[in-house]
Structure formats: C-alpha cells, structure tokens
C-alpha cells in the first residue's frame, strides 16, 4: 500500500484529512466515498467482490479486490500505515468482526464501523472499533423528528441531545430575544438565525426574529418539539 500511497498523491481538499480507506463497497461504503471523493478526499476502496470493484473504480482514487478478513492480505496492502480506515461490512457479520478485529492487530488508529444491529455495534466495540455507525437507525430517528413538519433538518450529536432548523417560534418572535430566558424556560439553546436576505448569522440577545425567520436550536429532541410549537 505504500506505493500506491505515494501513488494517490495529495489533491486540494475541502476536507482536510488524509486518505481514506473504506472497506466494503456496497450503498453505504460506496456512498460515503462518493461524498468524500466529492470534498477531494483521496478513497482506496476495498472490495471482495471483483465485479463490484470494477463498477466503483472509474469513481474511487483507486480500488481493488482483496479478502481483508486475511491479515496477511491487508499487511501486503500496507494498511498498518493508514490513519483512517471505514469498514463498510454490514450484512456479513463475521467478514465484518474479522476485518475490524485484523485492523486493531494492525494499530490502525482511527477505525469507523459499520453495524447493523445492537449485538453487532456491541461486539465492534469491545473488538477496539473506535467508532460505530447505524446508518439505518440514525436515519429513521431523524427522519421520525421531520415528519412532524416543524423541523427542517434534524441531526442527534450525542443521547438525547440534538441540532435541529426551524422556523421562529411565535414565543420569541416580535420582541428582544433574552438567550439566557429561551434557556431557562424552555431547555433550548439558540444558536443562528437566516433572515429574509438568506445569510446566516450568529443569534445574540436583543435581536428581533420575524415568523418568516429560521433559527438553528440545540437541546433534547423533547424539548425542541415543544419549542417548536410555543
């Protein structure tokens, strides 16, 4: 793998980190590293699959077939020289535990993981996974939160805690904003206000929202759903 590092090269990203390795090329792996690819992150993408290594080539910095439940095969590629490497392995449990545990041998040091079930995000982590994604779940949560249709966006940083878009609630609208009140009575945090002309802007006390307004608050989903509707 070294040489097809030196290979990759170092292109002008507008996510500054280092290449990439996903592991796994099938609709999460393969889009993932099209959105990296898209903020001019170098992706080596691994695959089992050789047809499917072929299809994602023409969009990856490069791809290639190897079974990397072997850890001879990934210490040929020269991944114990990677930073960061997603494992993409959803459906296939054991080719899934083998590879994340082959990585922790290597010393990888920053290992994300894909899980999709409970058993399995619990088994990644006791292996050393460094992170672990649910995709699925993730992506029902928020889209539960926006089918009530006050929230524009919704994104859950840490339990019971998360990020959402809205319009201006008629309970802070029409008057002086008092942060430190929004908080007190209502649990939430304000954050950034777009007005009519379409910047955002950061929220401080004494600005005036209209109804026409959205604002981005931070609480628990409990608490925005009832900010929302004040």
Not at 206 to 222: E, K, N, R, Y
Request: aromatic letters at 6%; glycine letters at 8%.
């Amino acid at each position: 793998m070294a040489s097809i590092f030196k290979a990759l090269g170092h292109s002008r990203a507008t996510l500054d980190i280092a290449p990439v390795v996903v592991i796994g090329l099938g609709r999460f792996g393969c889009s993932l590293a099209s959105e990296l690819m898209g903020h001019g992150v170098e992706v080596l993408g691994i695959d089992s699959d050789e047809k499917i290594v072929r299809e994602r080539a023409p969009h990856l910095t490069e791809a290639i077939s190897a079974d990397t439940t072997d850890p001879a095969a990934l210490r040929q590629l020269g991944i114990d020289e990677v930073e960061r490497v997603i494992v993409g392995i959803g459906s296939h449990l054991e080719a899934s535990i083998l590879t994340v545990s082959n990585l922790v041998e290597l010393g990888v040091k920053d290992i994300w993981a894909k899980a999709n079930s409970e058993a399995h995000e619990r088994i990644l982590r006791q292996i050393g996974a460094h992170h672990v994604i649910r995709p699925e779940r993730d992506t029902g949560r928020r889209v539960a939160y926006l089918l009530g249709g006050r929230f524009r966006d919704f994104a859950e940083i840490a339990p019971y805690y998360g990020v959402t878009q809205m319009a201006a609630p008629s309970s802070v609208t029409g008057r002086p904003l008092d942060l430190g009140e929004v908080w007190r009575t209502h649990h939430v945090q304000l954050v950034s206000v777009c007005q009519a002309e379409g910047a955002w802007a950061p929220l401080a006390d004494a600005t005036q929202l209209a109804p026409t307004d959205f604002i981005v608050a931070a609480g628990s989903p409990q608490a925005l759903e009832k900010f929302s509707q004040s």
